[in-house]
């Protein structure tokens, strides 16, 4: 199996479609791609070690945050039951107190969920917020990072419809709420070997120029499966002018962003 690959990136940066697409791909490989799976944020948040002493697992309320939004892609169904009975196993090693590290919980539970597959991946926006959590409990995992320009961010926000209470209603905190997700980025890949990740552009995947470095940094043929992701909005309707610290912002992440090497061309054919 290879290593599990998790797609990072802000709301409304396109990760979304492009989950899509490698849901599509990985299921075609054998493997599992979830979209919004959302399982390693939930045991964060409610298998503490507090709690391992006590022997409860909460797992009513992990598995009632699976469901209230339903995870998606090919395969998500036969997923979410897979991992229903690894938390239910996990409560009951815990209920007899034979576990008492969270970390290790719910790496086990992770393993459970998604083991059997040729490769696996997710894609949660707010893994963003989970970084040092996600690398002590997926140490082996591999990142891909869409970033898009915060003004196309912010307006798509401003668009956005559906119960989303903490969706921002202003453009200056949708500006300031793409800023402090993708810091949270810049900071974790100071730790990362440049080779366990890549960074790609939402404008650039949408005119098909990050195919090659997405099927090297992969190790698969992608070209098939992104043939659908392009903009809904216009360039027309672009706004370019940012608050400095903003733009500097911009300019960090798509200085991250590399073009395709010869190396990474050669991999891909």
């Given amino acids: 199996m290879t290593a599990p690959v998790f797609l990072l990136g802000a709301q409304r940066s396109g990760t979304t479609a492009l989950a899509h697409s490698l849901g599509n791909a990985f299921r075609d490989a054998g493997g599992l791609f979830t979209v919004n799976g959302k399982l390693l944020y939930l045991l964060e948040r409610w298998i503490t070690s507090a709690d391992l002493a006590a022997r409860h697992v909460r797992a009513d309320e992990i598995l009632h945050g699976l469901r209230r939004r339903l995870p998606q892609g090919p395969g998500s169904e ?39 597959y040729a490769r696996w991946g997710e894609k949660y926006n707010e893994y963003l917020l989970s970084l040092d959590y996600l690398v002590r409990t997926v140490p082996e995992a591999r990142y891909l990072v869409l970033i898009r ?55 650039a995947l949408c005119r098909g120029e990050e195919t090659q470095r997405l099927e090297a940094f992969l190790q698969m043929e992608l070209g098939a499966y992104l043939t659908a992701i392009r903009p809904r909005h216009s360039p027309e309707d672009e706004q370019p002018s940012l ?9 960090r992440l798509t200085d991250s962003h590399t073009p395709a090497t010869l190396h990474e061309r050669t991999q891909a054919l």
Avoid at 150 to 176: F, H, I, K, Y
Avoid at 243 to 251: T, Y
């Fill in 149 to 203: 320009s915060p003004d196309q961010v912010a307006r798509s926000m401003l668009r956005w419809s559906g119960d989303r209470p903490w969706n921002p209603r202003s453009t200056r905190a949708a500006l300031a709420k793409w800023a402090h997700w993708n810091t949270q980025w810049l900071a974790f890949a100071r730790t990362l070997p440049r080779d366990t990740y890549r960074v790609i552009r939402y404008d």
């Fill in 243 to 251: 608050p400095p610290e903003v733009a500097r912002l911009w300019q």
């Fill in 78 to 116: 036969e997923w979410l039951a897979r991992a229903e009975t690894a938390l239910r196993n996990a409560s009951a090693r815990a209920a007899e107190g034979a576990v008492t590290d969270p970390v290790a919980l719910s790496r086990d539970i992770l393993s459970d969920a998604y083991g059997g």
